[in-house]
Structure formats: C-alpha cells, structure tokens
C-alpha cells in the first residue's frame, strides 16, 4: 500500500493486471494505410475509467475511429503552472495485427497463465497504458492528486508513424499541452540482466525513422528480348546493396554512457572498437540494442509486373530506414550512393530522431523510483532503436524520456515479444511497474 500526503492508503497496482487484459481484449489492430478497426472503443474505454475517479477528458478524431484522449489533472488548485512546468504522460492505444492461428494463446483473450498476461499489446504497449490508469485511478480515488499539473495522453496510431494521433494533437490542439516541459512515454524503464547484475534501461534517445518507397523505371518490352534498361533489374541491385551494407559503429552520448557501464561490469573500458562485444553481452536484446550504435537499412516489400513474359515500366521496393541523432547526413548520402542513378527515394513517412541528456531532477526521480523497489539493480540511459510518439511532442520542446519499469527474469527474450507471436508481459513485472510509476509520479 502507498500513502501520500493529505491521502488515505491506496495500492497503485490494485488493478494493473485487470485493466491490461481488458485493454488487450478491445481490438485496435492497426494495418496502416487507413486500415483497421481504430481506436474508438479503446479510447471511450480509457476516457470511462478516467470519468469514474472525477477526471474530465476530451477525444480527438482526425478521422471516424482515429480516436486519442487527453485529459488534465492535479497541479495548483488557482490552476497556475509551476516554474518547472507540467509533465506529460502518454501512451498509445493501437497494436500491431496478429495472427491467431500462429500463437498458443489467442491474441486478443487477455488471458492470464503461467504468470503472465497474454495477448497483443502485452508489451508494446497496453501494459504502460494499464500502469498508469491503475496508478491515476488509485492516487484520485485516495486524494493524492499531484502538485504537479500532468496532461494524460492515450493516443491513436503510434504504430503507423502517429500520423492521425500525437502528430494531430500536436499540430491542431497543441493548446492541450500549454506549459508542458517534459514528457515520459513508453519502451524504457524495463530490466536486462548482465552477468548476474539487472541493469534497468531508460530511454534518452531514438533513432530517426526513413520509411521508403524506392522505384526503378525502365523500358517496357517482350521478355524473350535483350533489354538494358530493366526496372526490375535496377531495384533488385539497389535492394541488394542496401541490404548487404556494413553501416560503421557510431557512437551517440546516452550509447557511451550505457557501454560505460557494461564495460565496467564486465572489467574493461568502452571503446568503438568493442562496442559490438560489449553489446553481446545484452544477450538476447543485443538484436534491438545492436542496431542502435550503427545506422540501418532493411528492405521490407518488393512490387512489379504483372506476366511471366512482360517486362515492367516501373518496380517498387519498401525499406525501413533508421539514423541515429548526429548522423543523418551520412545516412542521406550514403543512401543515394546505394540506390544508384536510375531508383528514386519517395518518403512513405520521414521523422526526425532525438536524444535528451541523461540529467537532471526527472532523470533522477526515475532512478530513485526503481531503486526503491529493486535496491542493487543498475540504471542506465539507452537509444531505441524504433520510434514512438515523443517524436511528435518533442516538436513541442518538451525533455522526453521513456519510462515504462518492468522487472523482468532474466531468461525472458523480451525483446522478441515486441511485434512478436505470443507477446505476454509477467504478471508481477506490470505490479512492480505500477509500483514504481506511482513513486516516480509522487515527486516528478
């Protein structure tokens, strides 16, 4: 149980494991391109478990089902903001689809077994949307509203680039987040474990997203025929180089300052040269935090023709572009150098990466916050290698971190659950995490 000032006790965590079932179970599949069920009843959802604890909240749609919710609460009761401005929390409502055939438990039950939740959005990121409605519920339900003003934000389509969610408030109702100086947000705060030691990750930083149609045309003609001018022939070499290239290790500030403190649990100094040594020993998330000293390129879709026979005017490629903050134009010019004369670069979406410094007052009230509740673990800043919403309020200028504590075993592959089949989250990993906000909300 917590206490805070003026409050009665209350238990942050009371309803963290019952409220990420039901959100799992409310279906906000988001395909892109305009498609699936939306947000909407995922939205009213959140916007009924705020209205029952007193707290009034208003939903933004950019189109029928697009659906975000923000909402104010705490702060001066004159309503006047503090010399150290509001804090934004916010989370995303949609999930990327799943397949149910592929998993062993369906993807939208909810269910609980061995010890963990199941389901899509599990951990990316109904489990954060989870914490802080238990953890709000729980602090308005008791009195102990914080003397901070904070702006809650559950948005739509953080998995399609936020296009028609935070990047719509931001640009259309950024009168909702007036005074706002820092920002907290999903995929940092969760537990790796490193020879024995946990090691708690908080994200300072992300990469900048290149989502990419590349096309090639050429000279339509008979298939039997010599032809020097083939679009397929053009797309297949520079999806081939793009995807076959060695970027080099770069090395941003939050990187130095994680690999400083791997280095020193395994007995040696950080170097660009072990960089990548140093990153295996993460295990199993060395696939997401490998990706975050270099930049990367991964053709995703390929499209042309139309007959065996017939060659194509036109062949189009899909690749997923990620730059790291400070080298984006090495990863522009390299990219046009890849793709040659005769492909083009189209953006399908285009956003700019970030990274914060590693201090100051938050910064530590996050590190108190999980040392209060696991005592000899390790916190460390690190980028990420995708992208969330703090792309799109960071146009804003708030300081933006991503903060979602999950004490994890070390044997979970938890980064293979993020877009994974039978994503799942541990039952007492979301009850830590609850725990945790609520300490972290009590002096943020």
């Given at each position: 149980m917590s206490t805070d000032a003026d409050s009665t006790p209350y238990d942050p965590s009371g309803e963290v494991v019952e409220l990420c079932r039901e959100l799992i179970r409310i279906d906000t599949?988001?395909?892109?391109?305009?498609?699936?069920?939306?947000?909407?009843?995922?939205?009213?959802?959140?916007?009924?478990?705020?209205?029952?604890?007193?707290?009034?909240s208003r939903l933004y749609e950019s189109t029928p089902g697009r659906t975000s919710v923000v909402a104010h609460w705490g702060g001066p009761a004159d309503g006047s903001v503090p010399d150290r401005g509001a804090l934004l929390l916010h989370a995303h409502l949609d999930v990327v689809p799943a397949a149910a055939e592929d998993w062993q438990v369906h993807p939208f039950a909810g269910e609980v077994q061995d010890g963990y939740v199941w389901g899509r959005g599990a951990v990316d990121m109904k489990d954060f949307d989870a914490m802080l409605l238990s953890v709000v519920r729980a602090r308005a339900r008791a009195g102990a509203v914080p003397e901070r003003p904070v702006v809650l934000a559950f948005t739509a389509d953080e998995e399609a680039g936020g296009h028609h969610g935070a990047q719509v408030l931001v640009e259309q109702h950024a009168e909702e987040f007036d005074g706002v100086t820092e920002a907290v947000g999903e995929v940092g705060g969760f537990s790796t474990t490193i020879r024995g030691q946990r090691l708690y990750?908080?994200?300072?930083?992300?990469?900048?997203?290149?989502?990419?149609?590349?096309?090639?045309?050429?000279?339509?003609?008979?298939?039997?025929?010599?032809?020097?001018?083939?679009?397929?022939?053009d797309l297949a070499a520079a999806v081939a180089r793009i995807g076959a290239y060695e970027w080099p290790v770069r090395l941003t500030p939050t990187m130095q300052t994680l690999l400083a403190a791997v280095a020193e649990l395994v007995g040696t100094e950080a170097t660009p040269d072990n960089a990548e040594s140093l990153i295996e020993e993460f295990g199993s998330a060395a696939r997401m935090l490998g990706a975050v000293i270099r930049n990367t390129t991964n053709p995703t879709m390929l499209g042309a023709g139309y007959k065996v026979n017939v060659i194509p005017t036109e062949a189009t490629g899909h690749v997923d572009g990620r730059f790291l903050p400070g080298y984006e134009d090495e990863f522009f010019a390299t990219l046009a150098e890849l793709c040659g004369e005769h492909v083009s670069i189209e953006y399908v979406s285009k956003q700019q990466p970030w990274e914060m410094p590693y201090e100051g007052a938050i910064v530590d009230t996050m590190t108190r916050a999980l040392l209060a509740e696991d005592p000899d673990a390790i916190v460390a800043p690190y980028l990420m290698s995708g992208g969330t919403d703090a792309k799109h309020f960071n146009k804003l200028g708030m300081t933006s971190y991503g903060f979602a504590p999950l004490r994890l075993p070390a044997e979970l592959d938890f980064t293979a659950l993020f877009h994974g089949v039978d994503e799942r989250v541990p039952v007492d990993a979301l009850e830590f995490g609850a725990r945790v906000f609520d300490r972290f909300l009590g002096e943020a």
């Open positions: 599949s988001n395909y892109g391109e305009d498609e699936g069920p939306g947000e909407r009843k995922a939205a009213e959802y959140v916007a009924t478990l705020l209205d029952e604890v007193g707290i009034e990750l908080i994200e300072a930083a992300e990469k900048g997203m290149a989502w990419m149609r590349l096309t090639a045309r050429g000279r339509a003609g008979h298939g039997s025929m010599i032809n020097r001018e083939n679009a397929v022939t």
